[in-house]
């Protein structure tokens, strides 16, 4: 992973759960990326929700993807 590449992190079926009943939303209505995108771990797959932190003037922004 270089370094300015965002942290990428699979989130276990319990978070996942957690998320979608925390803001209302389903699996389908998460924004989407592709399995074969290169910042993934390697042991994902489709159907699997992936957490990206990102750094922004010290600030760390949190994001979700579903895996397609």
């Not at 009943?21 to 489709?46: G, M, R, T």
Request: proline share 4%; hydrophobic share 35%; net charge positive.
């Amino acid at each position: 992973m270089h370094t300015l590449q965002p942290k990428h992190c699979k989130l276990k079926e319990q978070e996942v759960q957690d998320i979608l009943k925390k803001y209302n939303l389903s699996l389908s209505q998460l924004p989407k990326i592709k399995k074969e995108d290169s910042a993934l771990p390697k042991d994902v797959n489709i159907g699997d929700v992936i957490k990206i932190e990102r750094k922004d003037e010290g600030k760390v922004n949190i994001y979700f993807r579903a895996v397609i």
